[in-house]
């Protein structure tokens, strides 16, 4: 089977739609007509979206966050969460932590995040991302 050949016909007649929509049978579809509500996404759509989430944070934290690249992996790991979670806008309202995180002053920075709306909100999660920063080790 040509799978080239197959992709391009599906595609033309189908029509590429990256946002949901609805079909005409009033079903939730996105990309090349894939019927979510009766065939949700495979894992390993779900591990591709994932990545390319990854991607667009990292893109975005690079270009907004001076230094990020020189920070310690857990504490860039740490951002990419945040980032995936809040979006880049939100992150850049925490002016507090970032700068913590600039000076190297990891629980500071920790304890900022968990002085937030945020951290009620998300409960766990911002415990755990302020532990990890709290274990960064500064040497």
């Not at 579809?29 to 979206?49: C, F, K, Q, W, Y």
């Not at 806008?89 to 937030?116: I, M």
């Amino acid at each position: 089977m040509n799978m080239d050949r197959l992709t391009k016909t599906l595609i033309k007649h189908e029509g590429l739609r990256l946002e949901p929509y609805r079909c005409t049978e009033g079903k939730l579809t996105i990309g090349v007509g894939h019927n979510l509500d009766d065939n949700p996404i495979s894992e390993r759509a779900a591990m591709l979206i994932l990545e390319d989430d990854i991607v667009n944070c990292l893109v975005d934290l690079r270009n907004n966050i001076s230094g990020f690249v020189y920070f310690p992996e857990v504490v860039q790991e740490t951002l990419v969460n945040l980032c995936f979670n809040m979006g880049i806008n939100r992150l850049l309202g925490f002016k507090k932590t970032l700068g913590h995180l600039r000076e190297g002053n990891y629980p500071a920075a920790a304890d900022e995040l968990l002085d937030s709306r945020y951290a009620r909100q998300v409960g766990r999660r911002a415990n755990e991302l302020a532990d990890t920063l709290r274990g960064v080790d500064n040497d």
